[in-house]
């Protein structure tokens, strides 16, 4: 079945840098949808971004837009998420999730955040100091 693993993160003051990166195996298909969620203590899991390993496209949660940056590697199926300008309220257990992408562009808008991706990684904590 498919595999993610997740690694990066850790701790870092306000206004700093962060990268988590997210190594996927077992895909079967060719076009999968990974994306990005982050759950704090006492809080609901969230959206954070979303990237198609078909054409790129790609879904910020209104959070982070502007700050953070995801990207993808199809060589070895990699999803990567750059966190700059990092602040305490971004402090959370991150996960990466995937699914096959059915729906073209379904990646690249808000569905992506809403979705109950089948395959989840075992999180990365980032935690941000004021």
């Known amino acids: 079945g498919v595999q993610l693993v997740e690694s990066g993160g850790g701790s870092v003051q306000a206004g700093g840098s962060l990268r988590l990166s997210c190594a996927a195996s077992g895909y079967t298909y060719n076009d999968y949808c990974m994306a990005w969620f982050r759950q704090a203590p006492g809080k609901e899991r969230e959206g954070v971004a979303a990237?198609?390993?078909?054409?790129?496209?790609?879904y910020y949660a209104d959070s982070v837009k502007g700050r953070f940056i995801i990207s993808r590697e199809n060589v070895n199926w990699t999803a990567s998420l750059e966190m700059n300008s990092l602040k305490p309220e971004d402090s959370a257990m991150y996960y990466c999730?995937?699914?096959?992408?059915?729906?073209?562009?379904?990646?690249?808008?808000?569905?992506?955040?809403?979705?109950?991706?089948?395959?989840w990684g075992q999180g990365a904590q980032v935690t941000v100091s004021p």
């Open positions: 999730a995937a699914d096959v992408e059915l729906l073209p562009s379904f990646c690249g808008s808000k569905r992506s955040m809403r979705y109950a991706f089948t395959y």
């Open positions: 990237i198609s390993t078909n054409d790129g496209r790609a």
